[in-house]
Each structure stands twice: as C-alpha cells, then as structure tokens.
C-alpha cells in the first residue's frame, strides 16, 4: 500500500488493517476501523494532529456528522469544538483534488449551519485558513499558532 506523504510537521502512528484486498485505518475518535480512501487519508492526519500534536480530547473532535443544507443532508468531515461550541471545521479533500474558490465555497456553505469561527480546507498537501467574522472570511497563511486555542 503506497500512501502519499502529507505536508504535516509531524509524524503519527497510524494503525492499518487489511481485509481480503481492503486497506483500513483506525479511527481513535470513532474506535472503529474505517476503509482507507484518499480523503480518509486526509481526515485521519487531522484528527491525530489535534490529538496528538495540539492536545485535544477525543470528545472534543465530531466526525462526519449530518447537517441539514438547503433542505439536503450533508456531512461535516472533521468539527473541533471548545467547551461544546463550533470551533474550527474542516474540510478533508483527498490529495489529487485541487483546492479551488469552488472547494472553499462548499466548506463556507457547511459553516452557514455549523457558526464555527475558523475553517480550514485542505487536501493534506495544501491547506486553506479562514477566520470568520461578520465581516465574512480572512484568508491567513496556515500556522500550528492559528490553532491555539483556550481549553
């Protein structure tokens, strides 16, 4: 199984299972065993970055969770909250996709419903952070010090 090497700073044990001719990864948030796709690739870099690289607690970090969009169901690819509260919503791309104003527009429609005050869209190789505020979306270069926040 060849994975690409994602533009994280650190490096996470991740634990991998094989099933017949499946690859499957384990999710420490939902413990369970996912199937390996690109964009789950992605996500599970996320999760273990705020896990292990930033410190979050695991009940801190909802994936895949259902929000209802102009009378559609969607999905939320990773949320982390503060104390209950939206915080920063991510939205996971696997890594051949181009991160374009139309990928970024998708995440700012989920964030219509989620109110969460930072987003972040990424395909592991690039990622996009936003600040929301009323005045709509600044744009900020991505940094582990955008992420610090009051636990």
Not at 47 to 67: D, R, V
Not at 79 to 106: D, G, M
Not at 130 to 140: L, W
Request: with cysteine.
């Amino acid at each position: 199984m060849e994975l690409p090497k994602l533009n994280f700073a650190d490096e996470y044990n991740f634990k991998f299972r094989k099933d017949k001719d499946k690859f499957f990864i384990h999710d420490p948030v939902r413990k369970s065993w996912l199937l390996l796709t690109p964009e789950e690739w992605v996500r599970q870099h996320w999760i273990h970055y705020f896990l292990f690289s930033k410190g979050f607690a695991a009940s801190a970090l909802i994936t895949e969770q259902k929000i209802e969009l102009n009378k559609t169901l969607k999905r939320i690819d990773l949320l982390v909250t503060l104390r209950t509260q939206p915080e920063i919503l991510i939205e996971c791309k696997a890594p051949q996709i181009r991160l374009t104003e139309k990928t970024f527009e998708q995440c700012a429609r989920y964030n219509s419903v989620i109110h969460a005050s930072k987003i972040i869209l990424s395909n592991g190789l690039q990622h996009i952070y936003a600040d929301y505020s009323e005045n709509g979306y600044i744009f900020r270069p991505f940094s582990s010090d955008n992420i610090n926040l009051s636990r």
